[in-house]
């Protein structure tokens, strides 16, 4: 899969790539008082773009580069000879281009050498430029930071590691960890770089020069810092793919490749022009945006998505079927594929069949709700389409529990074993994991896991003679419902 760069996470867009990318056509709108706007003319290709505060960039699909716009600091004139470049990333007037080698070529601005890449800088996998700082990302999970720290964006927290994304701003920086968790630095006076405690586990990170953002995993948007200029207030929306922060607004990739955009629009750059179609990338700039587009033209689809049994049971498997049609008049059945979204993670890709349909089974969703949806992946005939979420609910399993002892009866001194055995009620299936309290008499004799056989033991030799009342209660912590033995009489000879 390419690697993503810059303040946006690439690497979730629909439909997914490996080698090369999908390519199109490059919009933008906004701003254009240095020519960041004017889109040369030809330009084809593009599966990538990135935006100044008044310059663009273009990465086309064969690894060059592409700049136009302003050009004081030489930004707007890309170095000859640069090719292989996988991603690319500008905030201000500083550009970084990452090549497939793991090498990255800065230029531009470099007052405050943001532009000076360190020395054995390699093994990078992305890059993100701030206004006056720049971020790399090693293979390794590790950050590197270069240019100014007036306000400690270049001060990599110490021991950060597992990072998988990346994101520069004004004076601030912001990382997305494996684990979902996001660490930010720098500039606090709004408090962009103080991330909430009570942040879910986050799918990507933007920044704007003064607020950060988490892409979340069920596809919604997460923000805080400064408000200013409306760009901490986020409209409803999810299924959101990719997300680009610039100076002052956003823009935020939907499934079906719709664009929503929020922030400041002092210069239309909220503007979204009609008909853009499917957008596949999409970059905010300062005051101006610049997205790459295809399938304008094509005949628009709807995609309806159901799950069922709904309600479920945990471990009972559960169908969720994707319903693909044209809009009216068109009357054809459309081709291509559905991929299917769990908790905001892509689990299957199916091929619509000749009833507009596609299904894909799910065998083991946790107990809870899950908010599922399903995007069509478009044709040559038609377009892109997502469905709307619907939230699948998965009930705990419930289970029986079943109590035996022996030798029974027994002899004073003599170990006596008590077996529980933990079994699923269908529809529920596997084998129920939790823990087994045995109870003699109204006194707990031990709490015991159940083994992967569905069965959990202990022995006592402690039962004195005479008649003795056995219990057994199995429990586990949301997965299953907790059930109870049958009472057994032990009986204890002298």
Not at 74 to 97: D, E, F, K, Y
Not at 455 to 473: F, K
Request: net charge negative.
């Amino acid at each position: 899969m390419v690697v993503h760069a810059g303040e946006r996470r690439l690497a979730r867009w629909l439909p997914p790539f490996d080698d090369t990318p999908p390519a199109g056509t490059v919009v933008a709108w906004g701003d254009d008082t240095y020519g960041q706007t004017a889109v040369p003319p030809g330009l084809t290709g593009v599966v990538r773009v990135s935006a100044g505060q008044f310059h663009s960039l273009a990465l086309k699909s064969d690894g060059t580069v592409v700049a136009w716009g302003r050009n004081d600091t030489g930004q707007g004139v890309v170095p000859p000879g640069l090719t292989g470049v996988v991603a690319i990333s500008t905030h201000r007037g500083t550009n970084l281009a990452l090549r497939s080698n793991g090498t990255v070529v800065a230029w531009g601005n470099n007052n405050n050498g943001q532009a000076t890449v360190p020395v054995g800088v390699a093994d990078i996998v992305a890059v993100s430029s701030g206004s006056t700082h720049s971020l790399a990302l090693r293979d390794d999970g590790t950050v590197i930071a270069w240019g100014s720290n007036l306000m400690g964006q270049t001060d990599v927290p110490p021991g950060l590691t597992g990072v998988v994304e990346i994101a520069a701003g004004a004076y601030h920086s912001a990382a997305l960890v494996a684990d979902g968790t996001v660490v930010a630095w720098g500039r606090d006076t709004d408090g962009e770089a103080m991330v909430p405690s009570c942040l879910p586990v986050a799918a990507g990170v933007a920044v704007t020069r003064y607020t950060s953002f988490a892409l979340l995993a069920d596809g919604t948007v997460f923000g805080w810092g400064s408000n200013r200029n409306g760009e901490a207030t986020i409209p409803s929306v999810c299924g959101v793919t990719a997300l680009s922060g610039g100076a002052y607004h956003l823009l935020a990739v939907h499934a079906d490749g719709r664009l929503v955009a929020w922030g400041s629009n002092v210069d239309g750059q909220l503007d979204t022009p009609p008909g853009l179609g499917t957008v596949i990338d999409a970059a905010a700039g300062f005051y101006h945006s610049v997205a790459v587009a295809t399938g304008a033209g094509l005949i628009p689809t709807t995609t309806t998505v159901a799950t069922g049994p709904h309600p479920s049971v945990y471990q009972e498997p559960v169908t969720v079927t994707a319903t693909v049609a044209p809009a009216p008049p068109a009357s054809e059945t459309p081709t291509g594929d559905v991929v299917f979204f769990v908790d905001g993670f892509s689990v299957d890709i199916v091929p619509v069949g000749l009833a507009g349909t596609a299904a894909t089974t799910l065998s083991t969703p946790e107990a809870g709700q899950h908010p599922v949806f399903a995007v069509y992946q478009g044709d040559a005939v038609f377009a892109v389409s997502a469905s709307d979420p619907v939230t699948h609910q998965v009930d705990a399993g419930k289970t029986t529990t079943t109590l035996t002892s022996g030798p029974n009866p027994s002899t004073a001194g003599q170990p006596v074993v008590l077996t529980a055995t933990v079994a699923a009620v269908p529809p529920s299936g596997g084998v129920p994991a939790g823990t087994v309290t045995f109870i003699a008499d109204s006194v707990t004799l031990a709490t015991v896991p159940v083994s992967y056989l569905g069965e959990a033991t202990t022995t006592t030799s402690g039962l004195a003679v005479g008649t003795h009342t056995l219990q057994a209660s199995f429990v586990d912590s949301f997965r299953r419902n907790a059930s109870t033995a049958s009472p057994v009489t032990h009986q204890v000879l002298p």
